[in-house]
DNA sequence: CTGCCTGCAAACTCTTTGCACGAAT
DNA sequence: ATTCGTGCAAAGAGTTTGCAGGCAG
């Protein structure tokens, strides 16, 4: 799906709940799909503040659950007391994540299994699934050899 | 594993890393194994200065990474910004968690091929996986149409 | 017009830390 | 005796919220 796509769909839902189509919902929808990496909130706020000044820190955590919600986003917790987020795309449920540790770097990889086995092993307990997630951490192997991370870029 | 050679455990990691041995370390280490439930930080606490008045928070905060690192507890991160524990009991790397949304209540389930997938698609990327973890959120189908949930105990 | 949205700043929650005292080795 | 561990309270990080004014519908 195209951001533009993507775009069209964010008002159509905020339409649809009754939710006002703000210049800084807007700003903040724009700034989260400009991104090639997962980023935070406050790096959100940085970027959306670059497209529209009057963008409050306020606003885009009062935004970001609503992009969540209506899967326009992806929330990614790596355990570091801090939420990372990413543009969603494709079947949020068959994601998995490793996270290097040498440069706190987020792999997306498929995991197509997931899914059947978040079901399966639901079901058996009465539950019905809703989200599911798997994460690996690692160290990276070049920074263990080197002392250097290939993959940082900062 | 009995709670009483954990015990032994503990007070060797700690000799061996050159800690001391004290009483509030050790009555946070018996508050912790005491629970049959996952715990916070903050209920650990509790717990614990029922067994020894003189435990203060932050003992609590410095005295849990030392039973994490020595694999004694698991720490479980259910993105609530919250960290949960528990004691740890067999393989760490091959159980996956089903979290109730409606009750909270965290089920611990095998999940073998877990260990497997992180090597398999860390060494790919040239990566040596450390931890990994498998986390299904879901409604519970009885809270759906009885309005409470079978789980909760509080 | 009406009422949802907003920015601001204060409040909140969980966790960490500086300091001087106290206890383990 | 040393030196590490401790409690206390303050600081920190990330996030949430009350309020009065502003703008979408």
Known sequence: MSTEASREKFKAY???KGLR???QRLAIFDAAFAQTEHFTA???LVHARALDESVSRATVYRTLPIMTESALLREIDI???IKFYAPGRGNLTQQAQVICLDCDKI???NAPFMEWYGSTVSSKLGLTPV??????SAH?????TTGRCPH???
Chains 1, 2 share one sequence.
């Open 42 to 44: 406050e790096e959100l």
């Open 140 to 144: 990276c192997n070049a920074f263990q």
């Open 152 to 154: 940082r870029n900062n």
């Open 14 to 16: 905020l339409a649809d």
């Open 21 to 23: 189509v703000t210049n």
């Open 107 to 109: 792999f997306e990889i």
């Open 79 to 81: 355990g570091k007391n």
């Open 131 to 136: 989200s599911q997630r798997l994460q690996v």
